[in-house]
């Protein structure tokens, strides 16, 4: 099991910009973030993987939130540009063996997001 802590949370105003964070206790084959909004399910917005294997992102995310991954500090960020109302959420961290949305799957406990209009 890998135990994983997110950081940076915060709340910001529409256009603004925040970074997150989230160290792991050690490396997996793929480190990403997710994000749930009350109501809604948690979905899936960046992966980032230890291969060459470039980044995926979501469609709602593309082009504004980049992540990136410091092997060696077992971390990954995420960073959020132009955020909108619709990115409020709480945005979990995820690391797994196979990938970051199939097989075995440990999560963050979530780090608060609020974009105000």
């Known amino acids: 099991q890998v135990q994983l802590a997110e950081s940076g949370g915060d709340s910001v105003q529409a256009g603004g910009s925040l970074r997150l964070s989230c160290v792991a206790s050690?490396?997996?084959?793929?480190m990403g973030w997710f994000r749930q909004s009350p109501g809604k399910e948690r979905e899936g917005i960046a992966y980032a993987y230890t291969s060459p294997r470039k980044p995926d992102y979501a469609d709602s995310v593309k082009d504004r939130f980049t992540i990136s991954r410091d092997i060696a500090r077992k971390t990954i960020y995420l960073q959020m540009n132009g955020l909108k109302p619709e990115d409020t959420a709480i945005y979990y961290c995820?690391?797994?063996?196979?990938?970051?949305?199939?097989?075995?799957?440990?999560w963050g406990q979530g780090t608060q997001v609020t974009v105000s209009s």
């Open positions: 050690k490396n997996n084959y793929c």
């Open positions: 995820a690391a797994g063996p196979s990938g970051c949305d199939r097989g075995t799957i440990d």
